[in-house]
């Protein structure tokens, strides 16, 4: 059964960045996409970005430019670099991972990491 476990979230300042890490474990091959989606309290869960095995991304249209994802491949981790912090920008953030398309969301998700962006 894959499990995702989320690291790096944290309380920063406005306009400050922070490196969100997912590591994918009990899967002995790499997952097709991987995803970072975030909630905050009365919303719904959105997407923020998604990669594919072959390099391949889509992001929320709102963060492209502050936020990039990547990955490593070989060991099933996703990353997250978000850039330029914004209070909006606090947030649960989750880790997915199961769907083939980076437009589809995937069924296995991690326990979500607290990012609080606040002076």
């Known amino acids: 059964q894959v499990q995702l476990v989320e690291s790096g979230g944290d309380l920063v300042q406005p306009g400050g960045s922070l490196r969100l890490s997912c590591t994918a474990s009990g899967i002995g091959y790499s997952l097709s996409v991987m995803a970072w989606y975030r909630q905050t309290p009365g919303k719904q869960r959105e997407l923020v970005a998604a990669?594919?095995?072959?390099?391949?991304?889509n992001y929320a249209a709102a963060l492209k430019g502050r936020f990039t994802i990547s990955r490593d491949g070989a060991k099933n981790e996703v990353y997250l670099q978000m850039n330029s912090l914004r209070p909006e920008d606090t947030a649960v953030y989750y880790c997915?991972?199961?769907?083939?398309?980076?437009?589809?969301?995937?069924?296995?998700w991690g326990q979500g990491t607290q990012v609080t962006v606040s002076s």
């Open positions: 990669i594919a095995k072959d390099g391949t991304t």
């Open positions: 997915n991972a199961g769907a083939y398309s980076i437009e589809q969301e995937g069924v296995v």
